[in-house]
C-alpha cells in the first residue's frame, strides 16, 4: 500500500514536471478503482437497507399464487404499481395486454384403484391450461411410457388408455436447468402426443430430481387440431409407487379435474421507467415476471425476479446514481401459461422503434447468484459479450461469472433488436425442488441470497449503463422483419 | 471432435514410424483427460448413488443432538462405526479421549421484568461450558455493551449488573464467517470479561445476520481464575427489542439456568483406514467432528461434515479405486466445546512419527461446494499450494476453487507435520441461520448440494492421492516441537 502510494506520488510529481496530463491506462486503472468502490456499496447497500425481502414476503404471502388474469394477479399489479410509484422513476404505467384465463377448480383427483390394496389417492395437480375431466372423471387403465417417442411406437396401444409418462429428470447435470429442458417434453407435449392415438388422459411424473409428495404443475400446449385430454402431474415419490404397481400387474387409474380454460382477461405489464440523461433512446431493461401458478406462493417463481428488479431501481437511487441510460423495470404477465405480456411488450416496443441495448432477466430463484448468462443475434454476439467479459474482474470477487446461455422467457423477443440479453444465473441446486408447487414460499427464499441476486442485477446495470455496448453489426430496421 | 480424432490417427501413426514414444506434453494431456473422465464419474456417482444424505437423516434425526459425553454422541460412535465397518476399510477403530461433559439442564431462562410491560420471557439458551445461575436465579439491571472494551471502560459500573453485549454480525461481509470471526468474541469472552468487574451475568446476541426467535448457543471460555458466571445467548430479535427497552429506560432481567458441568467421561473419535499401496506412510485424512450441541439435531454443524468426509470412502470404493497413499476417515469428538478428539488424535499421530500428507476438514455446512481454503506452515504452503493449484483446470467446471485460509479446528493441529490442510468451503449464505440452533435439522439440507460437497471433497482425495504434493521445506523431526 505505501509503495503504490510513494509510487504515485513520484508520478503525480512527474507529471507536474512533464507538464503532462495522466495516460490512458492511468485514467483506467483510476476508473477501474472507482467501479469497484461503487460496486461494493452496491452490495453492501443491498445487504443492509433493501426492500427486496419485505416485497416479496408481501407478494409471495400476503397476496399468494398470482395465475394470470386471477384476482391476485390484478391485487400483484395494483401494489406493484403503487410500490413503484415510489421508487423515483419519471414515470410508471400499465401495460395492458389480453391473458388466457385457466382455472384449477376445486379437486385435483389421481386414484388408484388397485384389486389389492384398494383405491388411494396419489399427490397430484393438474397441469396448467389442461382441460377437466368432466364431472364423472376418467377411469381407464394405465400405460407408463418414459418418451414422447414410446408413444409413437405404441400407438393404438394406448387408446382408451391414460398414458402415464415417467421419465425422471437426470440427476447428473449439474445445471438442474438441463436436466428440466431435457425432460419437460412429456409435460408439454405429452397429453397431445397421446390423445393422437385415443387416450383418454395423462399423468406426468413431476418436474424435479427429489423424490417427494410434493405434485408439480406447469404449463402444456394442445397441438392445433388434436383432441384436448386432461393431464395431470403427480409427485415423484407416487411416479416410483406407480411404476412398482405396474410390474406387478395391470393398474386402474380415475382421474378428476375441474380445470376449464375461461375466455381472455384483460391484464397488465408494470413498467417503469428511468430517462437516461446522456443516450435515451438506449434501454436497459430489467425484469422477472409478476405472475405466478395459483397454487404456493410464486416466491422463487418469480417473485424473487420482480423484487430484484425493483430492487435495482432502488438501489441505484439510493446510492444517488443518475444513469445516462434509460433504464425500465418491467414486471410481465402471464409468462407461465401463455407470455401475453411479454409479447404485448415486445410488439410495442418494435412499432415504437426502440432499441433495448441489453435487457436482464431474473427468473431462475432467489439463490445465490453465481452469475449471468447471455445472449444475442449471433452477428453481434462476440463483440458485444466480449466487451462485457472485460468487466469480469469487477464481478468475479463477488462470485460472478458469465456464458454464452439463455436469457429469458419475456425478454428473449428483444433479441432481434439487437441488443444484449442477460438471464441471472443463480445456484440452481434447489430451484426444482420449489418450482410450481405448494411449497414456493417465502421460507424457501434465504434473504442474503436474495439480497445478493439483487446486487448483482444492479452491479451488471451499473456497467451497462456507464459504458454501453459496442455496436457490433445492429440490425437496421428493414432487417428486424 | 473428428478433427481431433484424424490429428491423433496422425500422431500415433507418426510415433510408430519414427519408432517414438508419446513425449511427456502427451502423456500429460492423456492423463488429464483420464482425470476429467474420473472425476465425472465421481459426480455422477455422488449425484444417483451416494448414502450422505440417508446417514445425515439417521445422524440428525434419529440420533439427533449429540454433546461429547451425551448418550446421543455414544449412539453416534457405535452407528457411524458400524457404518464404517460396511465400507471397506482396512481397519476400523475407536480412539478413546477424555471429553468435558456439560449439560444444560431443563429450562433456560432470560426474563424482562419490566415497569410498563409487565415480565415476558425471551427466547434464551444457555451458553456451553457456563455455570448456571442456582436455584434462584439472578436478578439485575442491565447494562448494554457492544465490546469487551466496553466493558473495560465501564470497569465498577457492571459490578452486580448483568452485561449485555450486543453487537451484531456484520451483514457487509459476503462471507459470513468473516462476521462470525469479528463478533464471537463477545460470546466465547464475554462472560469473563463482565466477570472482572463483578457483574452477575451476561446475555450475548445470537451469532446470526438473521433477524429471527431463533437463540444460538457455543461455547463460551471462562479466563482462569476469573470468577464464572451464567451467560446465555438471546435471539437477535430479542436483543433488538430488548435494545429498544433500554433505550426508554432501566431493564431488569431475570436469569436462570440449570446448566452444570460434570465430571469428563470418555468417549471416542471414529477412525478408519484404508492402507495405500504405494506410499502408506503419506496419510490423507478426511474428516469432520461427531459431536454437535445438544439442541437441533447437528445437521450442518457437522452432520453434513461426518457423512462428506464417509462419503468419500464409499465413492472411490463404489469406482473400485484403489489409492497409493494412506486415506483415513476421521469423525472427531468433541470439537464444539473443548477439542478433546482432535487433541487425542494430533498426539497420538506425533507420538507414532506420522505424517499426513494432507487433510481435509468439512465443517461449514452441506451447501454447494465452492471449492476448498488451503493452509500449512509458512515454509512449505507456497510450494505445496501451487502444487495443487494445478488441478484448477480440473476443479473449475464443477464450481470449485482454491484459496488460502484456515483448515478446521479438528485438523489444525496436524500443520506442524508440515502437509497441506484444506476446509472444504461451501457456499455460506445460510449456515448461519442454522449454526447452533434447535433448527439445525434435515429439513435445512438439500441432499443434491451435499453430495456435490462429497463429490467435491472425493475429487481432492483422488487428486491428492494420485499426484501426492512436493516436499517442500519438511520439517525434521526436531522441528516438530
Known amino acids: 500500500m505505501s509503495k503504490e502510494f510513494l509510487f504515485r506520488i513520484v508520478v503525480a510529481w512527474l507529471c507536474v514536471w512533464l507538464g503532462m496530463v495522466p495516460g490512458r491506462a ?23 437497507h433493501c426492500h427486496a425481502w419485505d416485497w416479496l414476503w408481501h407478494l409471495s404471502e400476503d397476496i399468494g399464487g398470482r395465475l394470470a388474469g386471477s384476482p391476485q394477479a390484478a391485487a400483484a399489479v395494483a401494489w406493484t404499481k403503487q410500490v413503484m410509484d415510489t421508487l423515483g422513476f419519471d414515470t410508471v404505467w400499465l401495460q395492458p395486454c389480453m391473458a388466457p384465463r385457466w382455472v384449477r377448480g376445486h379437486r385435483d383427483e389421481v386414484r388408484v384403484a388397485h384389486s389389492a390394496l384398494g383405491a388411494f389417492d396419489l399427490d397430484a395437480l393438474s397441469l396448467g391450461n389442461a382441460v377437466g375431466t368432466g364431472p364423472d372423471g376418467v377411469l381407464a387403465e394405465v400405460v407408463e411410457v418414459f418418451s414422447l417417442d414410446e408413444v409413437d411406437s405404441l400407438g393404438e396401444a394406448v387408446r382408451d388408455k391414460i398414458v402415464f409418462y415417467n421419465r425422471p429428470m437426470n440427476p447428473r447435470h449439474l445445471n438442474t436447468f ?23 388422459g395423462v399423468v406426468v411424473r413431476s418436474m424435479t430430481t427429489r423424490l417427494d409428495d ?19 402431474a403427480i409427485s415423484t415419490r407416487d411416479a416410483e409407487l ?3 404397481l405396474l410390474r406387478k400387474g395391470p393398474v386402474t387409474l380415475y382421474l378428476h379435474s375441474e ?15 428511468i430517462r437516461g440523461s446522456k443516450f435515451p433512446d438506449e434501454i436497459i431493461l430489467v425484469g422477472g415476471h409478476l405472475d405466478s401458478w395459483d397454487v404456493g406462493g ?25 444513469p445516462g441510460r434509460t433504464i425500465r423495470c418491467v414486471l410481465f404477465m402471464n409468462e407461465e401459461n401463455g407470455l401475453a405480456g411479454a409479447r404485448a411488450y415486445w410488439a410495442a416496443s418494435d412499432s415504437l422503434g426502440e432499441f433495448h441495448m441489453a435487457a436482464i432477466e431474473s427468473d431462475r430463484g432467489g439463490f445465490t447468484p453465481r452469475g449471468f448468462t447471455a445472449d444475442a443475434l449471433p ?3 462476440h463483440t458485444k459479450f466480449r466487451a462485457a467479459t472485460e468487466w469480469l474482474p469487477l464481478l468475479e470477487p463477488y462470485g460472478l461469472t458469465l456464458e454464452k446461455g439463455g436469457s429469458g422467457a419475456d425478454i428473449r423477443g428483444l433479441r432481434k433488436q439487437g441488443g444484449l440479453l442477460f438471464g441471472l444465473k443463480p445456484d440452481p441446486q434447489r430451484y426444482f425442488d420449489y418450482h ?18 439483487a446486487a448483482a442485477m444492479t452491479t451488471l446495470v451499473y456497467l451497462l449503463d456507464k459504458y454501453g455496448l459496442p455496436e457490433g453489426e445492429r440490425p437496421r430496421d428493414g432487417a428486424r422483419e
Not at 259 to 273: D, F, Q, S, W
Not at 436 to 453: C, F, M, P, Q, W
Open 436 to 453: 410450481h408447487t405448494a411449497i414456493d414460499h417465502i421460507d424457501a427464499v434465504n434473504r442474503r441470497e436474495l439480497e445478493l441476486g
Open 214 to 232: 410434493v405434485p408439480h404443475t406447469g404449463s402444456l400446449r394442445y397441438e392445433p387440431g388434436a383432441p384436448q385430454i386432461p393431464a395431470l
Open 379 to 381: 452477428e453481434v454476439f
Open 178 to 200: 438441463h436436466a428440466y429442458g431435457e425432460a419437460v417434453d412429456q409435460r408439454v407435449w405429452g397429453a397431445s402426443r397421446a390423445a393422437r392415438y385415443g387416450a383418454l
Open 298 to 322: 410464486g416466491a422463487h417463481d418469480d417473485g424473487a425476479g420482480c423484487v430484484h428488479a425493483m430492487a435495482v431501481i432502488e438501489l441505484l437511487r439510493k446510492l444517488n446514481y443518475r
Open 242 to 244: 406407480l411404476h412398482d
Open 259 to 273: 380445470a376449464r380454460i375461461l375466455p381472455p382477461v384483460r391484464t397488465y405489464n408494470v413498467i417503469g421507467e
Open 26 to 48: 492511468q485514467q483506467e486503472s483510476a476508473s477501474q478503482e472507482a467501479d469497484a468502490f461503487f460496486i461494493r456499496r452496491i452490495y453492501d447497500e443491498a445487504l443492509t
